[in-house]
């Protein structure tokens, strides 16, 4: 077989390898890649408490839900803190609920101490990874606006200021 061939034959199959990585890669990138639809039922679910309380969705049926999911090494996860603290002072009178989902596996312990340590007292929830994987959370901060029916009506990827957040609640009170 002349040098030639051979190099030919390289490159066809570095280029089929290529071409099935980038299959695959496409889709590793789609599967979950979206977030649960506006209009869609949010997922139910039930998760322990950073005080032992065990919280379920169902149980908060009726309210407006504000759902955050995030991690103890996410920068903008810390800084979205804040912003929910006053959503939750501000608006937990007029029922509704802000949940912090924590997905970084630490434990209860920790994350009450992180958590209270930032000024954040809303209620702190564990996530083994399941509800963030029913959710296609693949990047950190995410969150989800649920209404007091139980439907998704608004997500975002990325730090949202307390503002923009109350204006969406208020449309669903």
Same mark, same amino acid.
């Given at each position: 077989m002349s040098e030639d061939v051979r190099q030919s034959r390289r490159s066809l199959i570095g280029f089929a390898v290529a071409l099935i990585l980038g299959a695959l890669l496409a889709i590793v990138m789609t599967q979950g890649g979206t977030l649960v639809e506006t209009g869609q039922d949010a997922p139910g679910f039930e998760l322990s408490g950073v005080d032992d309380e065990r919280v379920s969705l169902e149980s908060l049926r009726g309210k407006v839900v504000l759902l955050d999911f995030w991690a103890t090494t996410c920068p903008p996860c810390l800084r979205q803190m804040a &912003?929910?603290?006053t959503v939750h002072e501000r608006m937990s009178p007029r029922d509704v609920a802000v949940l912090g989902i924590n997905t970084d596996g630490s434990s209860a312990a920790r994350i009450r101490d992180f958590t209270r340590s930032r000024g954040a007292r809303y209620p702190m929830l564990l996530d083994p990874g399941q509800v963030s994987e029913r959710y296609r959370v693949t990047q950190l901060p995410t969150l989800?606006?649920? &209404?007091?029916?139980?439907?998704v009506r608004w997500s975002h990827v990325g730090h949202v200021g307390h503002e923009e957040l109350e204006a969406v609640i208020r449309g669903l009170l």
């Open positions: &912003d929910l603290q989800y606006v649920i &209404d007091r029916q139980g439907t």
